[in-house]
């Protein structure tokens, strides 16, 4: 592929090619999206049903012993695989939920794994793609602004997305 026609590739466009190539799936989200009770729960079974659907979670909400959090709390086979809490009257997605949406495929033992778009291109809108991370390393080559779980924020800041802007 020419770097003339990658140029002129918009981003979207380059998501939905890999991802029929290498067997992706995408997931587009809103990170403040947090309003009434149920919101977590129901964003975090979304996540999961579009980006590991060959799995079946089962996703409970309440509230913490102390009465003072949202309590998340994801199952895989009777097994807890994830944990989340948030803030009453919060409305964006805590960091604790970002954790532990990279945790559920290891701990679920997935043939896939999730990585999150650069967040840059995004503002509070975000993407995580999902597949195996041989293929996710593949379509990061040929372009798609993939982080690396190990990444931090500092590759993310640092990484060049101007051919999106």
């Known amino acids: ?3 003339a026609f990658r140029k002129r590739e918009v981003l979207d466009a380059r998501t939905r090619r890999l991802s029929k190539k290498y067997d992706l799936r995408t997931h587009y989200f809103d990170a403040e999206c947090l309003y009434e009770d149920g919101d977590l729960a129901l964003t975090l079974s979304e996540f999961l049903t ?11 909400e309440s ?11 994801v199952f895989y086979h ?3 695989v994830a944990k989340v809490t948030s ?6 997605l805590p960091d604790s939920f970002y954790a532990a949406l990279d945790s559920i ?5 997935s043939k896939r794994e999730m990585w999150m778009m650069n967040p840059r291109l995004y503002g509070q809108d975000g993407c995580y ?4 991370a041989q293929n996710l390393l593949a379509a990061r080559q040929e372009g798609l602004p993939l982080l690396l779980p190990t990444e931090t924020t500092d590759y ?9 802007e």
């Not at 803030?87 to 964006?92: A, V």
């Not at 495929?105 to 033992?109: E, F, G, H, I, T």
């Not at 993310?156 to 999106?164: C, N, P, V, Y």
Request: no cysteine.
């Open 129 to 132: 793609v999902s597949g195996t």
């Open 1 to 3: 592929m020419s770097d």
């Open 78 to 80: 009777d097994t807890l």
């Open 87 to 92: 803030e009453f009257g919060g409305d964006y």
């Open 105 to 109: 495929p290891v701990r679920a033992q």
């Open 63 to 73: 509230l913490t012993p102390d009465q003072q959090q949202i309590l998340v709390q």
């Open 156 to 164: 993310m800041l640092e990484a060049d997305i101007s051919e999106f």
């Open 50 to 60: 579009k980006l590991l659907p060959e799995q079946k979670f089962r996703v409970i």
